[in-house]
């Protein structure tokens, strides 16, 4: 019986830096996202781009 939660692969992992907004802004979705196990890295202004590369780099992840 497999155990629950399963862990999580780090070859998937990502950190996500976004940019402090000043107070009273509205939310930016702008910063920096990281592949942590192949170092890619992007600079992104929009969720759009955010997604865009984190789905460009899972499709080249082999799954388990």
Known sequence: MPQFPLPLPTNRA????LRAQP???LFA????VDHVVSGQ??????LEELVAFISRVLA???TP
């Not at 990502?14 to 830096?17: D, G, I, N, W, Y």
């Not at 979705?29 to 920096?32: Q, S």
């Not at 890295?41 to 929009?46: G, L, M």
Request: charged share 10%.
């Open 60 to 62: 080249g992840v082999q």
């Open 41 to 46: 890295t992007t600079h992104f202004h929009s």
């Open 29 to 32: 979705w702008e910063g920096r």
């Open 14 to 17: 990502f950190v996500v830096q």
């Open 23 to 25: 107070p009273g802004t």
